[in-house]
């Protein structure tokens, strides 16, 4: 198990950009597949980007080529750069992590088993 703390939300306007970061605990997390969620008030919690332990990722078609996700194994930490801002990403971001075996992206949320508490983004219009 790892404990994952987020940090970096904030209040941007749109176009903005924003860097999110996810620290986390335990001396394995180069064996962990690292995802970023968000949760908007009244809608369900969605994939926004994922990486393998090997770096591999995936994104949300709703932020290719806006965000981009990577990792600092040295620091066990995973980022989540956010470009070009609109309202609608306005939402809690949340890091996860799963332990795989093979360097695979995961996507689905029920997959992950470990969760940090979330970090607020905001964008004005």
């Known amino acids: 198990q790892v404990q994952l703390v987020e940090s970096g939300g904030g209040l941007v306007q749109a176009g903005g950009s924003l860097r999110l970061s996810c620290a986390a605990s335990g001396r394995t997390f180069s064996s962990y597949s690292m995802g970023w969620f968000r949760q908007a008030p009244g809608k369900e919690r969605e994939f926004v980007a994922a990486?393998?332990?090997?770096?591999?990722?995936y994104y949300a078609d709703s932020v290719k080529g806006r965000f981009t996700i990577s990792r600092d194994n040295a620091r066990n930490t995973v980022y989540l750069q956010m470009n070009s801002l609109k309202p609608e990403d306005a939402a809690v971001y949340y890091c996860a992590a799963v332990k795989t075996l093979a360097p695979r992206v995961v996507t689905t949320a029920n997959e992950y088993d470990n969760w940090g508490q979330g970090t607020q983004v905001t964008v004005s219009s």
């Open positions: 990486i393998s332990w090997r770096g591999g990722t």
